[in-house]
C-alpha cells in the first residue's frame, strides 16, 4: 500500500495555520482562566491588523521584489470607506454580521482599486521611484481625508473641502465625516474572533497565490525582469496583481482596525509615513519572503513596548536592542552560516532517517 506524503510547500502552510489557530486557542484558554489583563485583551485586535498588514505587504515586498511605501494609505482607504458604510447603514441593518461583512468587501474592494489605480502608473518605476510615489501616495490619501466632509439629509449626500458650514444639509442632516474629526459612533463589530478569521483568510489567499502559477510568475519577475519578459510573461499583469491583491488585504487590516475603535481619525500616527515605516519592519525582521516570520515580528514587536512598560527608563532600550538582534539573526552572514549549519544538520539526519 502506498504511504501517502505531503508535499513541503502544503507542509509549510498546514504549520503556519496551525501556529494561528495553536496562538488563538491558548489565548482564548488564558482568557478564560482570567490570566489575561484588560491591557492585553485591547492589544489583541491590534496584534490581528498588524499581522495582516504584514503578511500583505510581504506579497510585494517580498514575493514582488518592489519596495512599497504607501501600506498605510491603502488601510486608509480600507477603514475610511467601511466605517462610511457602517455608519450610512446602521440603522437600516441591525445584524452586525451582516453589516460587518459587507464592509470587509466594501473596504477591501475600496482598497483594491486605489491599488489598481495607483500601481498603473506607478509600477513602471524600480527601487527608490516607486518607493517614493508610494509614500506621497499614503500622505495624499491621509491629507484628503482630512479635509473631507460628508453629510446626508433627505436629498442625498452633500461632500465638501472646506468645512462643515458648506455642506448645506437640512436641519435633519447628519454630519458623517467631519474633517479632522474624522468618524465617530461606528459600530465596534471587531473582535479576536474574526481577526483570527481574516488572519486565517489572508494567509490562505496569499500562499495559495505564492504556490501557484501566477505566484511563480511574480517571484520570476522578482528575480529576472527581463529573462521573465523573454519567455512570455506578462510583467504588468502580475505587477499589477500582486500590488492590488496586497492593497485590497491592507484594506481588510483597515476595516478590522476602524470597527475596533470608536472615533476614526486620519492621524499620522494612525495612517501616516511612520505607520508604513514599522510595517516595513516587520516584514524586514520577519524575514522578506517570509510569510510566518512577517506574523511573528509583527506579534512580538506588538507586544514587547507593553510587556517591558514597567521598566519605564529601560524600556525602549530593550526594544532596540531586541530589534538589532533579530536584524542581526535574519541578515549577518555569520548567523546566516551558522542557522544554514544547525538546521541543515538536522535536516540531513531526518533524511537519513526516512531513507532508512
Not at 510581504?58 to 486608509?76: K, P, Q, R, Y
Not at 445584524?95 to 500601481?119: H, P, V
Not at 479576536?192 to 501566477?214: A, C, E, P, Q, Y
Not at 519592519?281 to 509583527?298: E, Q
Request: aromatic fraction near 8%.
Amino acid at each position: 500500500m502506498k504511504k501517502f506524503k505531503l508535499s513541503k510547500t502544503l507542509k509549510s502552510s498546514l504549520l503556519t495555520y496551525g501556529l494561528v489557530i495553536f496562538a488563538y486557542v491558548l489565548m482564548q484558554i488564558l482568557i478564560s482562566g482570567g490570566h489575561v489583563s484588560s491591557l492585553m485583551q485591547g492589544l489583541l485586535v491590534p496584534l490581528c491588523v498588524y499581522a495582516i498588514l504584514a503578511v500583505s505587504l510581504n506579497l510585494t515586498v517580498g514575493i514582488l521584489g518592489e519596495l512599497s511605501l504607501g501600506h498605510a494609505g491603502f488601510m486608509c482607504v480600507g477603514a475610511f470607506a467601511s466605517a462610511f458604510f457602517s455608519k450610512c447603514v446602521q440603522d437600516s441593518i441591525e445584524n452586525s454580521f451582516i453589516r460587518f461583512t459587507l464592509a470587509i468587501m466594501i473596504g477591501a474592494l475600496a482598497a483594491g482599486a486605489a491599488g489598481i489605480i495607483i500601481g498603473i502608473p506607478v509600477l513602471r518605476l524600480k527601487g527608490d521611484y516607486l518607493a517614493i510615489v508610494t509614500l506621497a501616495f499614503g500622505e495624499i490619501i491621509k491629507n484628503l481625508v482630512n479635509i473631507l466632509y460628508v453629510g446626508k439629509d433627505e436629498s442625498g449626500f452633500h461632500i465638501s473641502f472646506k468645512s462643515s458650514l458648506d455642506l448645506n444639509m437640512s436641519p435633519n442632516g447628519v454630519q458623517i465625516i467631519k474633517g479632522a474629526q474624522g468618524i465617530t459612533g461606528t459600530p465596534n463589530d471587531s473582535t479576536f474572533t474574526i481577526g483570527i478569521v481574516l488572519l486565517l483568510i489572508t494567509l490562505f489567499i496569499v500562499l495559495n497565490l505564492i504556490h501557484s502559477r501566477d505566484g511563480r510568475a511574480i517571484m520570476a519577475i522578482r528575480d529576472n525582469v527581463i529573462a521573465a519578459e523573454s519567455v512570455g510573461i506578462n510583467i504588468t499583469k502580475y505587477k499589477l496583481m500582486a500590488f492590488s491583491v496586497s492593497a485590497a488585504l491592507a484594506g481588510v487590516a483597515g476595516v478590522l482596525y476602524a470597527h475596533n475603535i470608536s472615533t476614526l481619525t486620519a492621524l499620522p500616527k494612525n495612517f501616516g509615513y511612520n505607520m508604513s515605516i514599522l510595517i516595513l519592519v516587520f516584514v524586514v525582521l520577519g524575514g522578506i519572503g517570509n510569510i510566518r516570520g512577517s506574523i511573528i515580528s509583527a506579534v512580538v514587536l506588538t507586544l514587547l513596548p507593553e510587556l517591558l512598560r514597567g521598566l519605564n527608563n529601560y524600556r525602549m532600550l530593550i526594544y532596540a536592542v531586541v530589534l538589532i538582534v533579530m536584524m542581526l539573526f535574519n541578515w549577518a552572514p555569520a548567523c546566516i552560516g551558522w542557522r544554514e549549519k544547525i538546521f541543515g544538520g538536522l535536516r540531513k539526519k531526518k533524511n537519513t532517517k526516512e531513507a532508512a
